[in-house]
């Protein structure tokens, strides 16, 4: 179940992303005191399985006509890795903003040493469209690293856009 991201949520987000391989993955994503509240352009939904918070998704908007479209990230608990979490709350993710927002298409960036999220955005349907080359700060701040660009059109996920937002 995904709901929209609370104060009552925030003190198990911080745990999971303390967790390796969350920590090494998502690096100082918590560090502002107002995390998750912080990033007026991101839209952010607990992951919620069996009472509990297993993770966060959000999605962010490109809405310069020419280029609309959205893009989508997911963290979770690693106890909760494989076990089609990622999978279900992506694809529900993915459907609202095609049917609700009225996207034709979806990108996500994991980083190209992440088997188990590009796993996950495949299962949906999201197809490699190439390698963005030392795209992303490593999260200790040392170096870069390459990240797979991944995208979904909406025809793919079997829905048809809805009109823009």
Same mark, same amino acid.
């Given at each position: 179940?995904?709901?929209?991201?609370?104060?009552?949520?925030?003190?198990?987000?911080?745990?999971?992303?303390?967790?390796?391989? =969350?920590?090494?993955?998502?690096?100082?994503? *918590?560090?502002?005191?107002?995390?998750?509240?912080?990033?007026?352009?991101?839209?952010?939904?607990?992951?919620? *399985?069996?009472?509990?918070?297993?993770?966060?998704?959000?999605?962010? /908007? /490109?809405?310069?006509?020419?280029?609309? &479209?959205?893009? !989508?990230? !997911?963290?979770?608990?690693?106890?909760?890795?494989?076990?089609?979490?990622?999978?279900?709350?992506?694809?529900?993710?993915?459907?609202?903003?095609?049917?609700?927002?009225? &996207?034709?298409? !979806?990108?996500?960036?994991?980083?190209?040493?992440?088997?188990?999220?590009?796993?996950?955005?495949?299962?949906?349907?999201?197809?490699?469209?190439?390698?963005?080359?030392?795209? =992303?700060?490593?999260?200790?701040?040392?170096?870069?690293?390459?990240?797979?660009?991944?995208?979904?059109?909406?025809? =793919?996920?079997?829905?048809?856009?809805?009109?823009?937002?």
């Amino acid at each position: 179940m995904l709901v929209p991201v609370g104060a009552d949520h925030v003190a198990a987000l911080h745990r999971i992303l303390a967790t390796e391989p =969350e920590r090494r993955r998502w690096g100082e994503e *918590a560090s502002s005191p107002r995390w998750p509240f912080d990033d007026p352009s991101s839209v952010r939904f607990a992951v919620l *399985a069996g009472g509990a918070v297993r993770g966060m998704v959000q999605y962010a /908007e /490109e809405n310069e006509p020419a280029y609309r &479209h959205a893009s !989508i990230d !997911i963290f979770l608990d690693p106890p909760v890795h494989n076990h089609g979490l990622g999978r279900d709350a992506v694809r529900t993710l993915a459907r609202h903003l095609v049917r609700d927002r009225g &996207h034709h298409r !979806i990108t996500s960036d994991p980083a190209v040493d992440n088997p188990t999220a590009i796993r996950c955005y495949a299962a949906v349907g999201f197809r490699p469209v190439g390698v963005m080359r030392r795209y =992303e700060r490593d999260p200790d701040g040392r170096g870069w690293h390459d990240a797979l660009l991944m995208d979904l059109l909406a025809e =793919e996920l079997g829905a048809a856009p809805a009109e823009p937002a």
